[in-house]
């Protein structure tokens, strides 16, 4: 099970910090997506990071933003959100890769998702 948690309010320009802990099962060995959903929009990628090598990859909306990482001595994965915007407003979900290499932003590549919190970027 996943589970995300770390989202509020915070005003533009803000900071919050996301978490994605596992229990029952390892993240180590796992590729681990942080993705969003808007009210009527899709699910969008955000960031992933791999269990490899610990490379990380970005959507283009937060590269310099966000950065992702990982404590496996925790088992969890992070989401370090800076200079938050309100278009950041979103319900934020973690999710395991199906595949260990396969690092993608497409929600169908993922098959284990957390709960979501939710993000609100206003002033």
């Known amino acids: 099970q996943l589970q995300a948690s770390g989202g509020g309010l915070v005003q533009p320009g803000g900071s919050l910090r996301l978490s994605c802990a596992a229990s029952?099962?390892?993240?180590?060995?796992?590729?681990i997506g942080w993705f969003r959903q808007a009210p009527g929009k899709e699910r969008e990628g955000v960031s992933y990071i791999s269990s490899l090598d610990g490379s990380t990859d970005y959507a283009d909306s937060v590269k310099g933003r966000f950065t992702i990482s990982r404590d496996n001595t925790k088992n969890t994965v992070y989401l370090q959100m800076n200079s938050l915007k309100p278009e950041d407003t979103a319900v934020y979900y973690c999710a395991t890769a199906k595949r260990f290499w396969e690092r993608s932003f497409s929600a169908d590549a993922y098959e284990r998702w957390g709960q979501g919190t939710q993000v609100t970027v206003s002033s």
């Open positions: 029952g099962f390892s993240l180590n060995y796992h590729l």
